[in-house]
């Protein structure tokens, strides 16, 4: 089985086959496969010679005229609901499955699509030659090399008959030609979308439902065509995702219509958090002026008090109103929750750390210095000055008042005199 999973296709429009671990009994076994082509294109076919084929082999398969190659996708009953959504009746006829792709058809088909390229830049220069109001996007070989498939984007309606004479002419091949939208363009060409993904077109998605601004309304988002545009300049398909959710959840929430009146003031809608389920009303309709915001529950309360005639001093409960004054004096420091340096922490505590121990080290070092010099103080004199007195206390000064003494040259000339 894991030999099996490593060869399965992990990409464009891959379905899981749920139903492969499941048992059927003999005599109802489905031998429809699911093919895939290049890019988005896929067919089912009947294996009727009882091919032992599996998921991910490359099979030769019936077309017109000649063979194509391509891939198995899917097996067994899983193919059913696969037909079933793609609306092909059962009655329908279904071409065969030829044999499992030799080394020469896989060597035919990889030469025939290494002139895809090459002949889409030329088929271009051609249409534009013949003033031809259409974009060719792409070009698809047959497996066997005999049939070209090119598709193209017009706004209008476009006659390339000629055009289908001079591709057969230059190239050789039998031409068909087949019209596509721009969400079709995308899907063939792949890319990846702003929320970082593969889109959805190349990825999974085989229909293509028509988007309209109002999905946007319905999530309350903002009509900003360049961030609701993807990359075929069209409305995204991921907008039509969640619109059934967001308008059962609107059910359960009051019009935006409805005023609703008190006492001092008369209140009208502001905004709406669905997912909070909570209401935000102004006093004024234009601007926002004291919003005040009430969950549903006291919303439906205040409407059915007003279509009894009875208004309410306030549009908040009063044990709702304690508990936002309450939060609104609690800080909230919401940069704490997102610092950038938190994972840093813990190095800048290891570091403090090393640095305290050092300091604390010289300071007892410092310490052990001073306690040695104050030992050898006493043991070692320092050395007198020599031409200096030692200095008299105060307190001989103060009792002795100094009387009045002769220079001390007068007294040296009167002495040896």
Not at 151 to 171: H, P, S
């Amino acid at each position: 089985m894991e030999d099996r999973n490593r060869h399965c296709p992990r990409g464009k429009l891959h379905c899981c086959n749920w139903l492969a671990d499941i048992p059927t009994a003999p005599g109802q076994t489905f031998d429809i496969v699911e093919v895939q082509f290049k890019n988005t294109r896929k067919g089912f076919y009947h294996n009727s010679l009882g091919l032992d084929i599996e998921q991910g082999d490359m099979v030769a398969v019936e077309a017109s005229p000649g063979h194509d190659i391509g891939c198995v996708t899917l097996k067994g009953p899983l193919v059913a609901i696969q037909m079933k959504r793609a609306g092909i009746r059962p009655d329908a006829e279904i071409r065969r499955v030829f044999r499992k792709a030799k080394p020469a058809d896989l060597e035919k088909f990889e030469e025939a699509r290494a002139r895809e390229n090459d002949t889409m830049i030329r088929a271009r220069k051609i249409a534009e030659s013949l003033n031809l109001n259409m974009k060719i996007g792409d070009v698809e070989y047959q497996g066997d090399g005999n049939k070209a498939i090119f598709y193209y984007i017009a706004d209008e309606r476009v006659d390339f008959r000629q055009l289908i004479k001079v591709l057969a002419e230059t190239f050789k091949v039998r031409i068909e030609m087949k019209q596509i939208g721009a969400r079709q363009e995308a899907g063939r060409i792949g890319g990846i979308g702003p929320c970082g993904r593969p889109l959805c077109c190349s990825s999974w998605m085989t229909t293509f439902v028509s988007v309209g601004t109002s999905a946007a309304r319905y999530q309350d988002i903002s009509l900003n065509p360049q961030k609701l545009a993807g990359q075929c300049a069209k409305l995204k398909c991921c907008l039509n995702f969640e619109v059934d959710t967001y308008v059962e959840s609107a059910r359960q929430l009051p019009e935006r219509n409805i005023r609703l009146e008190t006492i001092d003031a008369t209140y009208f809608h502001f905004k709406t958090d669905i997912f909070k389920k909570e209401i935000t009303y102004s006093t004024d309709k234009q601007i926002a002026a004291n919003l005040v915001t009430i969950d549903a529950d006291r919303a439906f309360e205040v409407i059915e008090m007003n279509r009894r005639g009875e208004k309410p001093e306030k549009l908040m409960r009063d044990e709702d109103e304690k508990a936002a004054a309450a939060a609104k004096a609690k800080p909230i420091d919401l940069a704490s929750q997102d610092d950038l340096t938190r994972f840093d922490r813990t190095k800048k505590k290891k570091k403090k750390k090393s640095k305290q121990a050092q300091n604390q080290g010289q300071q007892s070092q410092a310490q052990e210095q001073q306690q040695g010099q104050q030992q050898q103080a006493p043991k070692q004199k320092p050395p007198k000055p020599k031409n200096q007195k030692p200095p008299k206390e105060q307190h001989h000064k103060q009792e002795q008042p100094q009387p009045n003494r002769t220079p001390k040259a007068f007294r040296n000339t009167d002495h040896q005199q």
